[in-house]
């Protein structure tokens, strides 16, 4: 043994909880078990260092999250929830045909997930298909999830939440109206959104309208389309049901439903469309028939996209805060189980931005 070896034991038996000097590299990558190595704990004291328990000493756990800054060493989630027999994954399960909703969703969630240990998984699924349910809990089980956050048109479908709720997993659905109980909903209001879209419009002056919803079967749709008619018949205005037609949330079904309100007589004036993917289709059908925006035609969608400000000239629009709601949702799945439950649902509100497709209609 050599001279430095040996004051190097000698130290370490004065003060056994101090650990040796680290290398300077690690071969490979680093694992928990090198970490507690390293720091001169057990595998247990990591363990409880990652999941910020209470037990363990603040001089301890400096010195193991500082080790694991240096190695960089992250835990794996699906490790962790095999050693704790529950998983550190949250599923984001949707049916929704609109992208850019869907990717704005899952930043919120992975802005609320960032250092939280906890991971993000996606489902993509078809609800339309019978046994699209089964393939849900099979997700479910399999990742052995923390809990999912179900967006719509899922988080509208009771008999999923029902499903959800037999095999024991967190969930949180967002919908434009409360459906369960308060700890698992996220409430949008839409109907109040569509309500400000119609007094808009009918404050600038348009008298002959034309609504392009969603899909039927969406809440949202029903939310937003009657909110936008009980606004107008607030006002005195009743939309003919030949002056509404029935979108897809597409760009496509948008085309489609602008050419069919637009060959009506008398024109209208002015076209709400229940999301901006529909509304950017209304640019493209109103440009076929030589109509300028928003001199002949005035266009207010519903979402506030990334298109909607990229369109020319760009389009007034619903600003639904997609990114705060998805985070909001992460949250509410990472609070802990054992606190009070919310006597009411966390609720957001959609808010009308104005842009340049919208004004007075020509006398």
Not at 124 to 153: A, M, N, T, W
Not at 226 to 250: H, M, N, Q
């Amino acid at each position: 043994m050599t001279e430095s070896s040996s004051r190097r034991r000698t130290a370490a038996a004065r003060n056994p909880g101090t650990a040796p000097e680290p290398p300077a590299v690690l071969p490979g990558k680093a694992t928990i078990n090198d970490i507690a190595r390293l720091s001169g704990v057990s595998k247990k004291t990591v363990s409880r260092v990652i999941n910020n328990s209470p037990l363990v000493h603040p001089e301890t756990r400096e010195k193991v999250l500082a080790l694991m800054k240096q190695y960089g060493y992250t835990p794996d989630p699906q490790a962790r929830g095999l050693a704790f027999r529950r998983s550190f994954l949250i599923g984001l399960i949707y049916d929704n045909p609109t992208a850019q909703y869907i990717v704005n969703m899952q930043y919120g969630a992975l802005d609320a997930l960032r250092d939280s240990g906890y991971e993000l998984v996606v489902h993509p699924c078809d609800s339309s298909r019978e046994d699209y349910i089964d393939g849900v809990r099979r997700f479910v089980q399999q990742q052995k999830l923390h809990g999912v956050i179900l967006i719509p048109r899922v988080s509208e479908d009771e008999q999923l939440a029902t499903a959800l709720r037999e095999i024991g997993v967190r969930y949180v659905r967002i919908a434009s109206v409360p459906l369960d109980a308060p700890a698992s909903m996220l409430v949008t209001n839409d109907r109040q959104a569509g309500t400000e879209a119609a007094n808009y419009l009918e404050s600038l002056g348009h008298r002959t309208l034309g609504l392009i919803t969603g899909p039927r079967r969406y809440r949202s749709t029903i939310e937003r389309g009657g909110g936008f008619l009980d606004g107008l018949g607030e006002r005195g205005i009743e939309l003919p049901a030949d002056y509404i037609f029935e979108g897809g949330y597409t760009f496509d079904s948008g085309v489609a439903g602008a050419e069919y309100l637009l060959a009506k007589s008398p024109r209208p004036t002015a076209i709400f469309a229940c999301n901006d993917e529909m509304a950017a289709g209304v640019y493209k059908a109103a440009m076929r028939r030589g109509l300028a925006i928003p001199g002949d035609l005035s266009v207010v969608g519903y979402d506030d996209s990334p298109v909607a400000a990229q369109l020319w000239p760009a389009l007034t629009t619903i600003h639904s805060p997609t990114r705060d709601i998805g985070r909001q949702a992460a949250q509410i799945l990472l609070a802990d189980e054992a606190a009070p439950a919310p006597l009411a649902p966390r609720t957001v509100t959609p808010q009308l931005l104005v842009r340049d497709s919208s004004q007075r209609p020509h006398p």
